[in-house]
């Protein structure tokens, strides 16, 4: 590295961010870049480690460790640091498709696999990798890539999340021709409507969908496979097929008073929040607001935490986040050992947001809701719950057991359930024919066919919900068996 010591030297800056008073008055990205002088010295802080864990991508007891795309990141990191910019944006683009999507909404496996945290925080790879593309397209060194030769062969993807996107241009790029499906309005997946605004502007998405579209892919939205074209016309059409779905069947609860209106599924409501802002900045008046309710969000994870920002940025009167597991510790526990995920308490964005605005943090942890209840209109008006201790059972599970007297009764009239997805919406994948286990469609691991011939699937359809860098790993894995695919079994 350029400065063997600048691990000693620096310490880690976090990335700039606008203050939470003032961004909850608005829907733009909340966080912005540091200054190239701090991202070089924050480069420096890469420390030459040997064996760089950081880019190693296998999971460790169900979670990433490292970066799932192999990100080459000591060497960006080094080049950021001797100002190589442009060098750097080669080495990002090396192995991934689209570094301005996770250097803004990937959680960063990366940095828990870092050497340098074994014992001090580690490297600012996120911020770093961001900065990057943002500085590639601000300079204009990102132009399109046009392919110098066609095979002649056609592929069609289903779904233009990540995974979609990610197969898609790896496809054109070895000269066979692509189109992406979208049964949406617009491009993007979970990435367009699934998350907010504030964490990354649509226009984010477009800057790199119009790119893709000039090197030659076609795009068609508002077009549901098996609906508007049936799959024997895609099989007809096309040589090979792909289905990057996603895993979009939301969890629903079961439990006394669930049918109470004022119930609605976290990400309808995030999708009709985002449809509106683009459509008319609010202007069409589609969007549920909460202005002036109490509002509940049930399920702890990040689904959740984007409705309680939601939730703020419309006024509510109140939020509160219900989680069914313990506050997370502040430091490394003994058995989240390096390189492991270290699974520590964060503050994310929305938190600190409302942690700003009522002086408290909107979580509340081991609590089970127990029933709704409804006023006479049939809208939810109070939910009932109990606090809960997690215990380690004699069979070394854990279970949780609830604590008596410990019952209580909250205002909500809107209750958000973010529980999490139970898979694969089945309709499509059970239209052509698709085997299906465990909510998932059911695809060799090896070259990711199903068990139709000439239908593969990758992404969150394939592995069930997971991050972005899964998808756009799953997305250039499943290209690259469809080329094989493409090149020797239809070799004419």
């Not at 939470?20 to 966080?31: F, H, L, M, S, V």
């Not at 880019?55 to 100002?83: S, T």
């Not at 938190?351 to 942890?365: C, F, I, S, V």
Request: hydrophobic residues 35%; proline residues 5%; charged residues 25%.
């Amino acid at each position: 590295m350029g400065k063997p010591t600048g691990f000693m030297e620096y310490k880690r800056e976090k990335t700039k961010e606008m203050p939470p008073e003032k961004r909850i008055t608005n829907w733009n990205e909340y966080a912005t870049r540091l200054s190239d002088e701090s991202l070089k010295t924050q480069g420096a802080r890469c420390m030459d480690c040997g064996t760089p864990f950081c880019h190693m991508g296998i999971e460790i007891r169900g979670a990433a460790a490292g970066c799932p795309i192999q990100n080459v990141i000591p060497e960006w990191n080094d080049l950021v640091y001797k100002g190589q910019w442009k060098e750097a944006l080669d080495r990002l683009h090396l192995t991934n498709n689209f570094p301005e999507f996770t250097g803004r909404v990937c959680p960063a496996p990366c940095e828990g696999s870092c050497t340098l945290g074994i014992n001090e925080p580690s490297v600012a790879i996120k911020s770093i990798e961001r900065s990057i593309i943002d500085k590639g397209f601000e300079n204009n060194w990102i132009v399109p890539k046009i392919p110098q030769h066609r095979t002649g062969k056609k592929v069609a993807i289903v779904g233009s999340g990540p995974a979609g996107l990610a197969a898609a241009d790896q496809l054109n790029q070895l000269g066979h021709s692509v189109t992406v499906y979208e049964r949406a309005n617009r491009l993007g997946g979970l990435l367009m409507y699934g998350i907010p605004n504030m964490k990354l502007e649509k226009n984010v998405i477009d800057r790199r969908v119009n790119l893709l579209r000039q090197e030659g892919i076609d795009f068609i939205v508002n077009t549901e496979i098996g609906k508007d074209i049936t799959k024997e016309q895609l099989q007809a059409q096309y040589d090979a097929v792909i289905l990057c779905i996603g895993a979009q069947k939301q969890r629903v609860l079961h439990l006394e008073g669930s049918e109470a209106k004022g119930i609605h599924l976290a990400m309808d409501y995030l999708t009709g929040v985002t449809q509106s802002l683009l459509n008319s900045n609010f202007e069409d008046g589609t969007a549920l607001d909460v202005a002036g309710k109490d509002v509940i969000v049930i399920g702890g994870g990040d689904t959740g935490a984007d409705c309680v920002a939601t939730a703020i940025r419309q006024n509510a009167r109140s939020v509160y986040q219900f989680g069914k597991h313990p506050e997370l510790p502040k430091v490394r526990e003994d058995d989240r050992p390096w390189p492991q995920d270290p699974n520590v308490y964060k503050l994310d964005y929305a938190y600190e947001e409302a942690a700003a605005l009522t002086g408290r943090d909107p979580r509340e942890y081991c609590i089970q809701t127990k029933k709704i209840v409804a006023d006479e209109r049939g809208f939810v008006k109070e939910l009932h719950t109990i606090q809960m201790e997690k215990i380690l059972g004699d069979d070394g599970f854990h279970y949780f057991k609830e604590l008596p007297n410990t019952e209580k009764v909250w205002p909500a009239q809107v209750v958000f359930v973010a529980i999490g997805f139970e898979g694969v919406e089945k309709s499509l994948p059970e239209n052509f024919g698709i085997t299906i286990s465990n909510n998932r469609i059911q695809a060799s691991i090896k070259d990711f066919e199903t068990n139709v011939p000439g239908v593969f699937a990758a992404g969150d359809a394939r592995r069930g919900q997971s991050l972005v860098v899964w998808a756009i790993k799953e997305g250039r894995a499943v290209a690259a068996s469809v080329h094989d695919y493409l090149s020797v079994i239809l070799k004419p």
